[in-house]
């Protein structure tokens, strides 16, 4: 008699055993009541049947039916509707997504699936993978076809003939087989961070949503485009996608046998990493071996977190050795406090006699424009305590950021006054009455004197100074940053136009971190006195 089982968990002490499976199956073909049943369990649990009818070529090149991998199993659980999915190479990620898309268009009337690849020879390969799919199901569960191209398959009935009427076309970013205006229900956008044409997406298969849609974007890192700037704003809960990231480590497979591991002499990075990540000396052998084949692609191809991946491609300002090890040094770390849901972060408490200085970066606090905030430093250690980030206005930036500046000891608030900041500053003086706000010094060759204003302005002169000191900070270790989005945020920073920092290739996303980091480490340069400071 074949089992009926309750939908499949994967988090079950005892796995699904493929020889049970073997045996049912062979019963199953050998019985219509038994093939009736098999549908409709099927119909309703996907893992069933990927398990026992669905097809695939696994790494070794021979075929198999759908056993999820570790990274399959955890991405089945933690799927939403909309998700990014940020990977190392050859997870079989994309392979789940289209086989459980291929699934709702035999099992649910009126599907409209669509993957898009990044390049026309991997859109063949991955139709060659859903029409093997096809070929293999058993008759029981084989829709009927209409017709079937190179880029397409559709379905007009079950085998029981109820209508289905869907279809599974492929399509390859940039090129005419994307029409606008057709009908969505499942998208997949396949290494979405190699597409040239971004704009053609965003205007077409992503405004052809139906309701109750599902879209996977999932992508290998490539440099600071824009996957990592959706990436990111999936990361900081400022997009409707969940952020998924599978990092190298998790597949079970990627390891090398060792003789004797005690023999096994590692390198401090080495060290570092596998204490960082709990990895064992045969995951380090792996990683040793293919990092010695791939060198500085290594990050981006099977990145360890979601952060290295990006710097690998993108032409990082700083020394990507050093925020590597930083960003490792902070994988454990919480801030003692937040504030403000999580608007403010308290990485360490202020102490008493200790002197500290404050960089900001102001704006209009737009719900879609720049973020602002700012950042306190201890003045002798360099430590960076506190932070504020986030879409705020003038106004309460001036308000929040006093109170906070109050904390640790009345400190120098450097406020960057342009744009948005004069409005900062007025609020700063003349209803907080602050008499810690950082005054800058010059002279007037017009009037032949000293003039003195509040706020540093970044400038043609400033520029230079602020961010070529910052660069060498930072690739110096003098700066201890607890904030891991600090760390990832200079990760992506690029030199602009006119030795202007910017973040990633995108004219719209400005350095707000380094910003204050940078006005912070000139603000070390002032004489710290009672009342108004300057420099």
Known sequence: ??????????????????????????LILRDKKLQEIEYELCRRDRLRMFRRWIWIENMQGQFQRLYLNTTQKKYWHEQTSFDDILKARKQGISTFIDMDYFCDCIFEPGTKALLITDKAENSEVLFKRLTFAYERLPNFIKPIKKYSSRRELEFIRTPQGIPLNTNFAIATAGSDEIRRGTDIDRLHLSEYAFYKDIDNIKTGPLQALRQNAKVRKESTANGFNHFEQEWRDAVSGNSKYKAHFFPWYIDSNRQVKVSNEANIELTPEEHEIKNTYNLSIPQIMWRRENKKELGRKFEQEFP?????????????????????SMILKTQCIQPIEVRENGLIKIWKAPEPDKEYVSGWDTSEGDPFGDPAGLIIME???????????????PQRLATLGHQLCQEYNETLEGVERNNHGHVVIDNLLNKHYSESLYYHQSYDDKFNRQVRKPGWLTDGKSKPIMFDDLVDAINHGHIIIHNPQIIKHLMSCIWGNSNTIKQGNSTSHHADYAIM???????????????IKII
């Open 1 to 26: 008699m074949v089992s009926v089982s309750t939908k499949y968990k994967i988090s079950q002490t005892i796995e699904i055993d493929p020889i049970l499976d073997d045996i049912e199956i062979e």
């Open 304 to 324: 360890a977190n979601d952060v290295e991946c990006f710097v690998m491609g993108g032409g990082c300002i700083f020394d990507t050795d050093v925020l590597k």
């Open 379 to 393: 003045r002798e250690t360099c430590e960076c305590v506190a932070d504020i980030y986030g879409q705020i206005t």
């Open 517 to 531: 980091l940078a006005i912070a480490w000139q603000m070390r340069k002032s004489p710290i006195s009672i009342g």
